[in-house]
């Protein structure tokens, strides 16, 4: 088989767009590549040994936080512990690693979101990132539910729901397909009735204005997937540089092939040879977008 796609560079997210069903790039150097149209394809990724930093390019032997150096990783806003854990956002206190970038990304309306992964989650986002964060997690539906005015108080919302319901997606039942009907419109109402008394001693320390709650339907989400795999195998670049395999589908930020899922995010900021094979000999489509 010879490669109708030949490209090298640094790994990054996989751009996607809602649609039936959600469409899919992959990101290697400055090429884009649309995935949808490769599925049933056998693809092939090289690790050629290089990691640099997303931020400062720097060579670095390790990735921190998908895609860091050390040195970045230690100093940038966008690695600290608060955006894992976005309760502990510490902006007012005057001690953010980097001022504006806090003031771009966490002092801006966030939604507080139930989503349907593995079943019933609660999580949060910058409002511009929807619906990008529950395509991203894999979701089969999402729906808002509060919007509020920083990322740290999105933090508090979510510690209350927290309380209720999980805040994490079991990843290997969400690549199996393994989803569970939940109606979210529903647990919307139970929730917010649940969390009612939290929800208003905020609102006193914060503002009656500072949490407002979203009266939007949710979204419903598909993703080009042509087999769902029975069992849940992972690649991984750092023990395996080579993976090859038949492309079976796209979910979240992982390839589904027919030898094993890989996290393309995981690998951010790797330096890859993407090669994509078509058995027959007629000429490939043009699949490039740049």
Known sequence: ??????????????????????????KVGD???PLNDLIGRELQIDFEGEIRCIHCDRLTKKSFSQGFCYPCFRKLAACDSCIVSPEKCHYHEGTCREPEWGETHCMVPHIVYL????GLKVGITRKTQVPTRWIDQGAVAAVPMLEVDTRRLSGLVEVLCKQHVADRTNWRAMLKGDVPEVD????????LETIADGLDALRAEHGEDA???????????AYPVEVWPSKVKTHNLDKTPQVTGRLEGVKGQYLMLDTGVINV???TAY???L??????????????SN
């Open 265 to 267: 995010r995981k690998f």
């Open 1 to 26: 088989m010879s490669a109708v796609i030949d490209v090298q560079g640094p790994l990054r997210k996989m751009p996607a767009e809602p649609g039936a069903p959600v469409h899919y790039r992959m």
């Open 271 to 273: 330096h890859v040879r």
């Open 184 to 191: 979210l419109m529903a647990e919307r109402e139970r929730m």
């Open 275 to 288: 090669q994509v094979f078509e058995p027959s000999p007629q000429q490939a489509p043009d699949l490039f």
């Open 211 to 221: 949490i407002r709650v979203v009266d939007e339907s949710g979204l419903e989400l």
């Open 31 to 33: 090429t884009l590549i």
């Open 115 to 118: 989503a349907n992964s593995s």
